[in-house]
């Protein structure tokens, strides 16, 4: 499926930031939950935008390291192939954790500081104006991101 970028579509607003189990979950292909199929026919059918953060990217490397720490290298070597073939399809579509998120992530972190990696990510979806898409919906609880979650539903307007 490719992705559309706001850099490839003059004028489009982005509008989704995947988390890492979303991701995850559409490696699965067929056999993936049947809203996060639903989720991904849709917005490569309408030609919304979806994102992942660099935090994303950091916790599939290292959901990868672990297993390959683990000694089970051939599985390893099958995620890091499927992780080459995400950064490729997202090469435009990753978004840095910058100064602007660090300053939001901090002010998230004083009431809360549980869940800093989806703090990190709801940081980067308010900087952007972006609906998180996860099923932890709870993880981002009290941030004011507006989140989705695709194994129990579909966004509006779908």
Known sequence: MRIS????RKGKRRVYLID???ISEARRKARANPGVIEFF???ANTGESAYLSVVTVGELR???ERIRTRGDVGQATLLENWLTLVLDQYADNVLAFDTDAAQVWGRLRVPNPEH???KQIAATALVHD???VTRNTAD???TGVK???PFTSIAPGA
Not at 5 to 8: E, F, K, P, W
């Open 5 to 8: 970028s706001a850099s490839s």
């Open 147 to 149: 989140v989705m979650n």
């Open 62 to 64: 290292r959901g990868i």
């Open 20 to 22: 890492t189990n979303v």
């Open 41 to 43: 026919e849709r917005v």
């Open 130 to 132: 972006l609906t998180v």
């Open 116 to 118: 800093a990696l989806d």
């Open 140 to 142: 981002f609880e009290g």
